[in-house]
């Protein structure tokens, strides 16, 4: 049998708090994620949910080598990506897209050179195929063809995001970590922008670590789901069970708070 495509264990990360300054005896350490294990299959969409600051970034980024780990590991099919500094190692297999592509798309350049950066960069695609991959990426994310001449100012966010995606799809990851990546957008953009997403499961073979406070959002795209209170994963299950039969007295308040989530067992 296959490994997993990403296994976090026991993952413990903290940030530093304080300075040398204030603090006589040197700064100290804050555990803002204790002991959190996940799993996200292959062809998944594992949904990381939980209340504001209790720790869904932190994980991402530690995932995406932009903090370190404290103790632990996070092992990216079959293979250990913390290095001896305590970062996990850059993994072009493993892609992101983020909350505001206003700021993470470069406005100076056309959608076709955002297209081909990470390619080129990647080596993932060969060059005489740059131009034929990225007129089927902006297919697969519904965007017309001449979107490959505009600069991102000239389309719409929800256009913006799924270029954001298109880009993301550029290096043919089989993991794409999603942190609040539609709540930008409004409700019906959102809703085309998961349902392109839950399509790529199949058609791409991508899997999503989805991170997203909303709980709709969370039960409409994940297959599995995590709770995370204060630095820690109170539940994990999958969607449908969790939630019908929620376990953990914390998930039962999250859902109680959202009307229309509160008839569960
Ligand atoms: N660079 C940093 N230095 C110190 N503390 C930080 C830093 N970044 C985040 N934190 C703290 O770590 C905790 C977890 O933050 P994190 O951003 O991971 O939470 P979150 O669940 O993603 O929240 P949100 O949904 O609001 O984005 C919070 O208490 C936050 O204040």
């Known amino acids: 049998m296959s490994a997993p495509l990403l ?25 803002v994620v204790r002991d959190v294990s996940l799993t996200v299959g292959r062809n998944q969409i594992f949904g990381l949910v939980g209340e504001s600051g209790s720790g869904k970034t932190t994980v991402a980024r530690t995932v995406l080598g932009l903090t370190a780990v404290r103790r632990g590991s996070v092992i990216f099919d079959g293979a250990e990506l913390v ?16 909350q505001d592509p206003n700021n993470s798309l470069d406005p100076s350049m056309t959608v076709r050179q955002i ?21 089927e990426l902006l297919a697969t994310m519904d965007l017309p063809a001449d979107a490959l001449d505009r600069r991102p100012y000239q389309l719409s966010g929800g256009q913006r995001q799924r270029v954001g995606l298109a880009r993301a799809l550029a290096t043919k990851p089989d993991l794409i970590v999603a942190d609040e990546c539609t709540s930008a957008l409004d409700v019906t953009v959102q809703a085309h922008v998961l349902n392109l997403m839950m399509g790529l499961r199949e058609t791409a073979g991508v899997s999503f670590l989805f991170i997203s406070h909303n709980l709709g959002v969370i039960r409409h795209v994940a ?43």
């Open 7 to 31: 296994e976090i264990k026991d993952l413990t990360v903290s940030y530093q708090v304080g300075s040398n300054l204030l603090h006589r005896g040197g700064s100290r350490h804050r555990d």
């Open 83 to 98: 290095g001896r500094r305590g970062f996990c190692v850059n993994q072009p297999r493993i892609q992101m897209i983020f």
């Open 115 to 135: 297209l081909a950066e990470p390619m080129i960069i990647s080596r993932v695609v060969a060059r005489s195929a740059i131009e034929e991959f990225s007129a």
């Open 223 to 265: 297959d599995q789901v995590a709770v995370m209170r204060d630095g820690s994963v109170v539940e994990a299950a999958p969607a449908a069970r969790l939630f019908a039969a929620p376990q953990h007295e914390y998930t039962r308040e999250l859902l109680d708070s959202v009307p229309g989530f509160g008839d569960h067992e």
